[in-house]
């Protein structure tokens, strides 16, 4: 299996070298040649456990580890570090399945693959022969940053620097961020938003003259943000995971289609549900759920993309994004691979903040579903379902469910469901408290966790209480144009 860029007919490397650069030098994002398809029967696979799974679907896409190489990632990966062997267990509540992709270490779907990257990366290093230290840059809204953190901390060979912005995080997600231990670690708030930060963190990967500074000093730039092919892949597993789940349990008759509902802002997480169904699993509708920044309902509805409009801080802040960077890669499977087209498109977007897609390409779009939920719909999608199952999720999960509860509607389609749960409701517990109606008022934080946690008769997470006594460790504050400065500050050292 080779991969090349979305925007030139760049040379073709193999996975370790894909997942060591994380961005192709002309700027693009990789993508393997073609998609693998499966060569068992989804009633064999069925019987899978995930870590067996996970070694089947990506052994297809990583084609240059051996069995070994890629038994130990996944055993360093998916161990006790998830408080359930299941790893992502499929709860049913009302008619609809969620998958729990948040019993990782951080308490969100990151886990699910920023668990697991460290040690790709690792075992890339030495296929590669490369001796440098890999510098880890990652802008976050929240999820990416501690869930990169806690993968890369103390990981030798590594440093890893997590840029989030000031004022777009949940309280718990600040948090876990700056009280992270590790010397190879380093966190920086930012004033402006997410994609101040991320725009800046590319703007590092295509500065060749600071990359051969940082050469020269014995470093190399990699990314954790989902634009690394690395982080993609292992997401691609769980979408098979819960279909097979659903067979397994007789929930669903041998190569039925489901719908997937996906919370998305940065489109990494439904476009690996998108390359599941590409390889051959049963999926019919993907349902891409925005939040008020609905900029992704609206390309899907029209095909524009257009990014000049203002930015709003929701209670679902991992998805306050306007720069949707794994669409790229969308766009180059529904051009039928065309680099031109996906370079002319992402020029476009860079200089005048808008593109549109021919009617070609907007034909090819008829596998996805776009809707958005109001912060009003969110809250009340909580309630309702705590009022009618006693189940709280959080602010993420709960845009989904009312997107799903709004297609359905409009529909009538009752095809059996999964919901991409992607985050614990303690991550997000003061807006989950409200949504149920809970009287939060003069309690802190750490308070009112412990009352949602005994209003909805559940443990609160031991990575929450243990974030109580923890001490700050990184209070970093830049600005977006200074972001470049921090880091070679921060390297400078050496």
Do not use: W
Not at 370 to 395: P, S
Not at 407 to 434: E, H, L, M, N, R
């Amino acid at each position: 299996m080779k991969y090349k860029s979305t925007r030139s007919k760049t040379p073709l490397i193999y996975s370790s070298e894909a997942i060591l650069k994380g961005i192709a030098e002309d700027g693009g994002l990789y993508v393997p040649l073609q998609l693998p398809t499966l060569d068992s029967s989804l009633e064999d696979l069925s019987s899978l456990s995930y870590k067996e799974l996970a070694y089947y679907i990506m052994s297809r896409f990583l084609t240059d580890f051996d069995e070994k190489e890629l038994m130990d990632c996944i055993n360093y990966a998916y161990n006790e570090k998830f408080d359930t062997p299941l790893i992502a267990p499929l709860i049913e509540k009302s008619g609809v399945h969620f998958l729990e992709l948040y019993h990782g270490p951080t308490l969100a779907f990151k886990d699910m693959a920023l668990s697991i990257l460290p040690h790709l990366l690792k075992t890339s290093m030495k296929k590669q022969n490369i001796h440098q230290e890999v510098i880890i840059l990652t802008a976050t809204s929240g999820d990416t940053g501690k869930a990169a953190l806690e993968g890369f901390a103390n990981v030798e060979g590594t440093k890893i620097m997590v840029f989030f912005p000031q004022d777009g995080v949940s309280n718990i997600q600040k948090l876990q961020m700056v009280t992270q231990e590790g010397s190879n670690t380093f966190v920086s708030a930012i004033e402006g938003n997410f994609d101040d930060a991320q725009n800046a963190v590319k703007s590092i990967f295509n500065d060749k003259q600071l990359a051969e500074k940082l050469a020269d000093k014995g470093y190399i730039l990699s990314s954790a943000n989902s634009i690394n092919i690395g982080r993609l892949i292992p997401q691609v597993v769980y979408y098979f995971y819960g279909y097979l789940t659903l067979l397994k349990e007789a929930k669903i008759s041998k190569d039925e289609n489901i719908n997937v509902v996906v919370p998305t802002g940065n489109f990494g997480n439904i476009l690996a549900a998108f390359y599941a169904k590409k390889m051959g699993l049963p999926i019919g509708k993907l349902i891409c759920a925005s939040n008020e920044n609905n900029i992704l309902y609206d390309f899907i509805k029209t095909g524009v993309y257009d990014r000049r409009r203002a930015l709003h801080l929701t209670t679902s802040p991992s998805m306050d994004i306007l720069i949707s960077s794994n669409l790229e890669r969308l766009l180059y499977e529904i051009s039928n691979c065309n680099e031109n087209l996906v370079q002319n498109l992402m020029h476009r977007l860079s200089t005048e903040g808008i593109y549109e897609i021919p009617d070609s390409m907007r034909q090819r779009l008829k596998d996805f579903h776009g809707d958005y939920a109001t912060e009003a719909e969110v809250f009340e999608a909580i309630r309702q379902l705590f009022v009618t199952e006693g189940y709280i999720m959080d602010t993420h999960t709960a845009v989904a469910y009312s997107v799903y509860q709004k297609y359905k509607k409009q529909t009538g389609d009752t095809a059996p469901t999964i919901i991409a749960s992607t985050a614990s409701p303690f991550k997000f517990g003061k807006d989950v408290s409200k949504a149920i109606g809970l009287d939060i008022a003069d309690l802190d934080d750490f308070e009112l966790l412990e009352k949602l946690a005994d209003a909805a008769k559940v443990k609160l997470p031991a990575a929450v209480i243990e974030l109580k006594t923890k001490p700050i460790l990184h209070d970093s504050l830049a600005k977006k144009h200074e972001i470049k400065t921090v880091v070679e500050n921060f390297l400078g050292g050496r």
